[in-house]
């Protein structure tokens, strides 16, 4: 079965600074990955997905992610966080043809930014 | 983009009634939609998965009598806790893939408080 973990609980940057949040995943055969921002209360939003392709991949709000199969990686970076994007970001996997089956989480990154 | 339109966002009801949340895909369609339930600081833990025209397929663990899902069109699925008790009371967050090449689209969750 597959699992996602991430291994930073809580993450506390400066605005401005770089961000990289940790995702490792398992899963034999070729994974379809997702980067998901939480605000408080509210459901979640899609950053960025990795099907196939570019193991670079862009997404929106200036995220960043990258692929590594060696590593069984999928880490989500940001040049200059800005205070906005404090938040709990999930990182999941989904599995079957065309990632149609259930996604995993992992058990989010809560991200602080201060001014 | 897809939009997943999720209701009620918040709910209080008393021990021992049932309440229904809503899911709806507002732009496409919808074959399959998935149930979520988050504990306070802590990741989304998959409760079932719904399928348009057929019984829901369940997690283990949770209770199908007391968690009743109806998938009746390809754009609305239902959660309806029964006799809902205290330790019901969470945020409820459905999810819907819009297509194959596209990610899993999230509603803005229900939180639900029983008293």
């Known amino acids: 079965a597959q699992s996602v973990t991430q291994p930073d609980i809580h993450i506390t940057v400066s605005e401005g600074a770089s961000l990289e949040l940790r995702c490792n995943y398992s899963y034999g055969a070729t994974p379809y990955l997702f980067w998901y921002v939480q605000s408080p209360g509210q459901g979640l939003q899609l950053l960025l997905k990795y099907f196939s392709g570019d193991t670079l991949v862009q997404g929106i709000k200036g995220f960043e992610a990258e692929f590594k199969r060696s590593q069984s990686s999928f880490n989500l970076r940001k040049p200059s966080v800005h205070w906005s994007d404090a938040a709990e970001y999930f990182c999941a996997v989904a599995t079957g043809a065309g990632g149609g089956n259930k996604l995993t989480f992992g058990t989010g990154t809560q991200l602080k930014v201060e001014l | 983009g897809a939009v997943v339109s999720q209701h009620p966002s918040r709910v209080i009801c008393k021990s021992g009634t049932s309440v229904k949340i809503e899911c709806r895909s507002l732009d496409f369609q919808a074959t399959t939609m998935f149930w979520y339930r988050q504990f306070p600081k802590q990741s989304l833990m998959l409760m079932a998965t719904s399928n348009e025209g057929s019984k829901a397929t369940y997690e283990q663990g949770v209770e199908k009598d007391k968690f009743l899902i109806n998938h009746a069109s390809l754009t609305l699925s239902t959660l309806t806790v029964t006799s809902a008790h205290p330790e019901d009371s969470s945020f409820y967050i459905c999810?819907?893939?819009?297509?194959?090449?596209?990610?899993?689209?999230f509603g803005s969750g229900t939180r639900l408080t029983v008293v």
């Open positions: 999810s819907a893939r819009a297509g194959q090449n596209y990610g899993y689209t």
